[in-house]
C-alpha cells in the first residue's frame, strides 16, 4: 500500500517501453559504414544533403550527433557541417566478436525538436593474427591406438570477424597425421587431429608437430602451436565419460566458489590405468571462469560471471587415466540474467535558463537503457508530480522533458526536477538523475510603488534642494527588466511651474525642491511620479505626490488700526465720566501665517499711567480699568503689544494717543472732496487747524451759555418759577432728541488728525445711555433757536 502512494505521487509515462538494443536500427534509417582504424577527420557524409535540409540549417538548428553513452564517434565540420569521424574507431573494442558491427545513432535538430535515426557500421580489416591460448599441447597416445582415432586440439583465437577471421587449421607435414577444422555451434573453427598410420613406441617414442591457424585476410595472417605427442606402451581402455555432452545453467550471480555441474568418466583398466583425472581442456587462463577438482570432477566458479558481456560458455573437459589415454566430453554453460544492472540515463541536450511565459518548452532530451535483458530490461521514466513538467517519449528508447504550461518567474524563479527511472526487474532498480531548471526573466511586470499616493510635508522657508522625501518601486522581474528610472510626469494643472518646484533622483527616487517654498503664496500642490523600468518593452506606473507646505511662522502680526509706520497717531478722546470697563478703541491686526502661528494676544506694553486702562488679550479692546478723576493727566500714551502664538513668537506694537475731556459734543464732520494728491495734503492741515479752532470756539461758547442758562434758570426760578435747567457735563443747545440733526450729548466722538493722511476721519465710536431732561424743559430747550444745527464749521 505504502508502495502503491509514493508511485501516485509521480507523474509516469502511461505505458512500459521495452528499450530496443542499439544495434537494431530501424527501416528508415540512414546507414553509413567505415573502416576500422581510419584517421580522423575523414569524411564520413553529407547530412544536408541526405537528410534533404536547406544549406545552413544544420548550423542553425543546432544540430547534434548523439551516441549510446554520450560517446562522440562522428563530428560535424564547422566550416560545411559534413559528418567526420571523431576518433579512430577499433571495431574489435566496440563491438567484439559481433558482426555486423553496427553503433546507432540520432541526429538532433533543434528549433524545432526534430530527430533522424541512423546507424555506423564499423568495417573490420585484419589486423589481427590468430592466436592459440597456449605455445605447446601434449597429446600422450598409446601405440596400439588404431588410425581414424580423432584427437580433439586446442583452437586458436582471431579477433578479427568475416574474412578476416580464423578460416583454416594445417599441420606439418608428416606420416602419421592430419588436421580437420571443424565448426562449433557458435560459428568458432576448432582442430582435430586425425590419425593416419599406428605408432610405434619402440621406433619413435616422441613427435613433435607444428599445428598452423590461418586466417582470410589478404595477405593471409597466421599463428603456431607446437604439439608434443608421447607414444605410450599398451593401455587397453581409454576413459570414457557418462555423458558426451554436458549442460548447466547458472545465474549471474552466483557466488565464487559456487558448484556449477560434476562431470564423471570411467576407465576398465585396472591399477594405475584406471585412474582418471580431470582437466579443462581448452582452457583459456584470462578468460576462463570456472575450474575443475583433479579428482572429483566439481566444476566451480572462480571468477564472476556477466550476462552482458557473456552469454553462455563452451567447455571441453578432459579425463586421463594413469597410462595417459584421455577421453573428452563437452560441457555447454548458460549465464541466465538477473537483475543486476541499474538502468542507465544519458543526459543528450539540455538548457537552462528557459525563458517565462512560453508553453512546451523543450528543456531536456535523454535516452535510457538497461543492460539486463526480458522483464528485467524494462523500465518506467518519471519525474515528481508537483511540478510543471511533463515527460514524453519520442523515437526508441528517447525522452523529452518539457514545460507543461507556461512558467512565471516571479513566482518560481528555480525547478529541481529528480528525473527517476526504475526497472522491472527483481529487485527492482532504479537510477536517478537531478537537473536544476532556472526560469530566466521577461519583462512581464511593470514596477509597482510601494504607494499608490505619498503626503510629503515641507516646513516654508526651505534651503533649496532640500531633501523632502522619496518615492519607491519595486519590479517583480529581475536583471534590467528590474531597474527602475523615477521622473516626473507633466502636471496635470499646466499652470503649476513644477520644474521649478521639485526635482526627482532618477535611480533612487529622491524628491529634493529646488526653491525657497512660501507657505503664503503656495500651502499645497501634487504631481505625478513616473517608474519605469529598463526591459524591452519598456513598463511604467505612476504615483501621485502631495506636497503639504507647513507654515514656519516667518509673519510678524500686521496692525490694522490704528495705523502705524511714521504716520501721525489717532488720537482717541475719552470723557472723564466714563465708567469702568469703558471701551476706548479696539486695536485690529492680522497675521499672514496661518494656525496657531496666527493666534494673536493683545497687551499693554507701556502706558503713561498704569492702571488707568487695559487691553483684553484675546480681540484687542482698550478700555478703562478704573473711574477717571480730575487728577489724571489728559494726555496719555498706550503702546499695545500684539504676538502671534508661533514659536518663536513674533509680535507688533501699536500706539494709542488718549485724550481725556471733561465733556464734547461734535456734530457730523462731512468728509472733504478727495483733492489732487500735492495740494490735498496742505488743504487738509488747513481743515484740520479750523476745525480744531471751531471745537475750542464752541467749547468755550457752551460753558459761556451753560453758564447763561443757569444764570436764568436761577432768575426764573426766584422769580416766575418757571425755568429748570437739567445738570450735565455739556450744554444744553447739544441736546436734542428730536431727531432734527443735532447729535445728543450721550454719544462720545473720536477725532483723528493724521497729518499723514489724504481726508479728515470723524469716527462714531459708542453710544452712551441718555440722560433725558423732563418733558417741559425739552420743550423749553426747543425753543430756543441757537440750539438747532449748530456746528462751527458751516
Known amino acids: 500500500?505504502?508502495?502503491?502512494?509514493?508511485?501516485?505521487?509521480?507523474?509516469?509515462?502511461?505505458?512500459?517501453?521495452?528499450?530496443?538494443?542499439?544495434?537494431?536500427?530501424?527501416?528508415?534509417?540512414?546507414?553509413?559504414?567505415?573502416?576500422?582504424?581510419?584517421?580522423?577527420?575523414?569524411?564520413?557524409?553529407?547530412?544536408?544533403?541526405?537528410?534533404?535540409?536547406?544549406?545552413?540549417?544544420?548550423?542553425?538548428?543546432?544540430?547534434?550527433?548523439?551516441?549510446?553513452?554520450?560517446?562522440?564517434?562522428?563530428?560535424?565540420?564547422?566550416?560545411?557541417?559534413?559528418?567526420?569521424?571523431?576518433?579512430?574507431?577499433?571495431?574489435?573494442?566496440?563491438?567484439?566478436?559481433?558482426?555486423?558491427?553496427?553503433?546507432?545513432?540520432?541526429?538532433?535538430?533543434?528549433?524545432?525538436?526534430?530527430?533522424?535515426?541512423?546507424?555506423?557500421?564499423?568495417?573490420?580489416?585484419?589486423?589481427?593474427?590468430?592466436?592459440?591460448?597456449?605455445?605447446?599441447?601434449?597429446?600422450?597416445?598409446?601405440?596400439?591406438?588404431?588410425?581414424?582415432?580423432?584427437?580433439?586440439?586446442?583452437?586458436?583465437?582471431?579477433?578479427?570477424?568475416?574474412?578476416?577471421?580464423?578460416?583454416?587449421?594445417?599441420?606439418?607435414?608428416?606420416?602419421?597425421?592430419?588436421?580437420?577444422?571443424?565448426?562449433?555451434?557458435?560459428?568458432?573453427?576448432?582442430?582435430?587431429?586425425?590419425?593416419?598410420?599406428?605408432?610405434?613406441?619402440?621406433e619413435q617414442p616422441q613427435l613433435r608437430l607444428t599445428l598452423i591457424a590461418l586466417d582470410g585476410g589478404s595477405p593471409p595472417r597466421s599463428g603456431t602451436s607446437e604439439i608434443q605427442i608421447q607414444v605410450l606402451d599398451i593401455n587397453d581402455n581409454v576413459p570414457e565419460f557418462a555423458e558426451e555432452l554436458y549442460e548447466a545453467q547458472v545465474p549471474e550471480n552466483n557466488p565464487l566458489g559456487s558448484?556449477?555441474?560434476?562431470?564423471?568418466?570411467?576407465?576398465?583398466?585396472?591399477?594405475?590405468?584406471?585412474?582418471?583425472?580431470?582437466?579443462?581442456?581448452?582452457?583459456?587462463?584470462?578468460?576462463?571462469?570456472?575450474?575443475?577438482?583433479?579428482?572429483?570432477?566439481?566444476?566451480?566458479?572462480?571468477?564472476?560471471?556477466?550476462?552482458?558481456?557473456?552469454?553462455?560458455?563452451?567447455?571441453?573437459?578432459?579425463?586421463?587415466?594413469?597410462?595417459?589415454?584421455?577421453?573428452?566430453?563437452?560441457?555447454?554453460?548458460?549465464?541466465?540474467?538477473?537483475?543486476?544492472?541499474?538502468?542507465?540515463?544519458?543526459?543528450?541536450?539540455?538548457?537552462?535558463?528557459?525563458?517565462?511565459?512560453?508553453?512546451?518548452?523543450?528543456?531536456?532530451?535523454?535516452?535510457?537503457?538497461?543492460?539486463?535483458?526480458?522483464?528485467?530490461?524494462?523500465?518506467?521514466?518519471?519525474?515528481?508530480?508537483?511540478?510543471?513538467?511533463?515527460?514524453?517519449?519520442?523515437?526508441?528508447?528517447?525522452?523529452?522533458?518539457?514545460?507543461?504550461?507556461?512558467?512565471?518567474?516571479?513566482?518560481?524563479?528555480?525547478?529541481?526536477?529528480?528525473?527517476?527511472?526504475?526497472?522491472?526487474?527483481?529487485?527492482?532498480?532504479?537510477?536517478?538523475?537531478?537537473?536544476?531548471?532556472?526560469?530566466?526573466?521577461?519583462?512581464?511586470?511593470?514596477?509597482?510603488?510601494?504607494?499608490?499616493?505619498?503626503?510629503?510635508?515641507?516646513?516654508?522657508?526651505?534651503?533649496?534642494?532640500?531633501?523632502?522625501?522619496?518615492?519607491?518601486?519595486?519590479?517583480?522581474?529581475?536583471?534590467?527588466?528590474?531597474?527602475?528610472?523615477?521622473?516626473?510626469?507633466?502636471?496635470?494643472?499646466?499652470?503649476l511651474p513644477l520644474a521649478s518646484l521639485v526635482s526627482i533622483n532618477a535611480d533612487n527616487g529622491h524628491l529634493f525642491a529646488l526653491r525657497s517654498l512660501d507657505y503664503e503664496a503656495l500651502q499645497a500642490f501634487e504631481f505625478r511620479v513616473g517608474a519605469t523600468d529598463r526591459g524591452s518593452p519598456a513598463l511604467s506606473s505612476e504615483a501621485l505626490v502631495r506636497v503639504l507646505v507647513l507654515d514656519a511662522n516667518d509673519n510678524s502680526p500686521f496692525v490694522l488700526y490704528p495705523l502705524q509706520n511714521g504716520s501721525a497717531p489717532c488720537t482717541e478722546l475719552v470723557p472723564r465720566a466714563a465708567e469702568p470697563g469703558y471701551l476706548v478703541t479696539k486695536v485690529v491686526a492680522v497675521d499672514g501665517d496661518s494656525g496657531q502661528n496666527a493666534w494673536l494676544s493683545y497687551q499693554l506694553l507701556k502706558a503713561t499711567e498704569l492702571g488707568l486702562f487695559g487691553v483684553w488679550a484675546h480681540n484687542g479692546e482698550v478700555r478703562t480699568a478704573r473711574l477717571l478723576s480730575e487728577r489724571d493727566a489728559a494726555k496719555h500714551r498706550l503702546v499695545v503689544l500684539v504676538k502671534d502664538n508661533g514659536e518663536p513668537p513674533r509680535s507688533a506694537t501699536a500706539t494709542l494717543h488718549v485724550l481725556l475731556v471733561d465733556g464734547f459734543s461734535q456734530p457730523?464732520?462731512?468728509?472733504?472732496?478727495?483733492?489732487?494728491?500735492?495740494?490735498?495734503?496742505?488743504?487738509?492741515?488747513?481743515?484740520?487747524?479750523?476745525?480744531?479752532?471751531?471745537?475750542?470756539?464752541?467749547?468755550l461758547f457752551s460753558v459761556l451759555l451753560f453758564v447763561a442758562v443757569r444764570l436764568c434758570r436761577r432768575s426764573r426760578a426766584a422769580s416766575v418759577g418757571r425755568c429748570s435747567v437739567p445738570e450735565g457735563p455739556f450744554p444744553e443747545h447739544l441736546v436734542d432728541v428730536s431727531g432734527t440733526g443735532t447729535l445728543s450729548q450721550s454719544y462720545q466722538y473720536k477725532v483723528c488728525l493724521t497729518g499723514g493722511s489724504e481726508t479728515n476721519e470723524f469716527k462714531f465710536l459708542k453710544p452712551i445711555m441718555p440722560n433725558f431732561p423732563p418733558q417741559g424743559t425739552e420743550r423749553e430747550m426747543e425753543e430756543t433757536p441757537t440750539s438747532r444745527n449748530s456746528f462751527p464749521f458751516s
Open 1 to 202: 500500500m505504502m508502495q502503491t502512494k509514493v508511485q501516485n505521487k509521480k507523474r509516469q509515462v502511461a505505458f512500459f517501453i521495452l528499450l530496443m538494443l542499439w544495434g537494431e536500427v530501424g527501416s528508415e534509417s540512414i546507414q553509413y559504414s567505415v573502416l576500422e582504424e581510419t584517421e580522423s577527420g575523414t569524411f564520413v557524409a553529407n547530412l544536408t544533403k541526405d537528410l534533404g535540409l536547406r544549406v545552413g540549417e544544420l548550423a542553425s538548428r543546432g544540430a547534434r550527433v548523439v551516441f549510446k553513452g554520450n560517446r562522440q564517434h562522428l563530428q560535424f565540420d564547422p566550416q560545411t557541417h559534413d559528418l567526420l569521424l571523431n576518433e579512430k574507431l577499433d571495431r574489435e573494442e566496440l563491438c567484439g566478436s559481433t558482426e555486423p558491427c553496427v553503433l546507432p545513432f540520432q541526429v538532433l535538430l533543434e528549433n524545432p525538436l526534430q530527430f533522424f535515426q541512423a546507424s555506423l557500421r564499423v568495417r573490420d580489416i585484419n589486423d589481427h593474427a590468430p592466436e592459440f591460448p597456449a605455445r605447446e599441447m601434449l597429446l600422450k597416445i598409446s601405440e596400439i591406438t588404431m588410425p581414424g582415432k580423432i584427437f580433439p586440439l586446442k583452437m586458436a583465437h582471431d579477433l578479427d570477424t568475416g574474412s578476416n577471421g580464423l578460416q583454416r587449421y594445417t599441420i606439418s607435414s608428416n606420416p602419421h597425421f592430419h588436421v580437420l577444422t571443424r565448426n562449433r555451434s557458435e560459428g568458432r573453427k576448432f582442430p582435430e587431429l586425425v590419425l593416419d598410420k599406428p605408432l610405434d613406441r619402440e
Open 259 to 495: 558448484l556449477v555441474i560434476t562431470v564423471s568418466a570411467r576407465d576398465l583398466d585396472a591399477g594405475s590405468f584406471g585412474k582418471v583425472s580431470y582437466a579443462l581442456f581448452q582452457v583459456d587462463d584470462v578468460n576462463q571462469p570456472f575450474e575443475i577438482n583433479a579428482i572429483t570432477g566439481e566444476i566451480r566458479l572462480r571468477k564472476a560471471l556477466d550476462f552482458e558481456e557473456i552469454q553462455s560458455y563452451d567447455v571441453d573437459v578432459e579425463a586421463t587415466d594413469g597410462g595417459g589415454l584421455s577421453g573428452k566430453c563437452s560441457l555447454v554453460v548458460r549465464v541466465l540474467d538477473v537483475n543486476d544492472n541499474a538502468p542507465e540515463l544519458t543526459m543528450s541536450f539540455f538548457i537552462s535558463p528557459i525563458p517565462e511565459n512560453l508553453p512546451e518548452i523543450i528543456v531536456a532530451v535523454f535516452s535510457v537503457s538497461d543492460a539486463d535483458s526480458g522483464h528485467n530490461q524494462q523500465v518506467i521514466c518519471s519525474i515528481e508530480n508537483n511540478l510543471p513538467f511533463l515527460l514524453r517519449p519520442t523515437v526508441e528508447n528517447f525522452y523529452t522533458l518539457v514545460t507543461e504550461g507556461a512558467l512565471d518567474r516571479e513566482s518560481r524563479a528555480e525547478y529541481n526536477i529528480t528525473i527517476t527511472v526504475t526497472d522491472l526487474g527483481t529487485p527492482r532498480l532504479k537510477t536517478q538523475q537531478s537537473i536544476t531548471v532556472q526560469v530566466s526573466d521577461v519583462n512581464d511586470n511593470a514596477p509597482a510603488f510601494t504607494q499608490t499616493s505619498y503626503t510629503l510635508f515641507v516646513r516654508e522657508n526651505n534651503s533649496p534642494a532640500l531633501h523632502i522625501g522619496s518615492v519607491s518601486a519595486t519590479d517583480r522581474d529581475s536583471g534590467t527588466n528590474a531597474q527602475v528610472t523615477y521622473s516626473l510626469l507633466p502636471p496635470q494643472n499646466p499652470h
Open 668 to 699: 457730523y464732520l462731512p468728509l472733504p472732496e478727495v483733492a489732487p494728491a500735492p495740494a490735498q495734503a496742505d488743504l487738509l492741515t488747513v481743515y484740520l487747524v479750523v476745525a480744531l479752532a471751531s471745537v475750542s470756539s464752541l467749547f
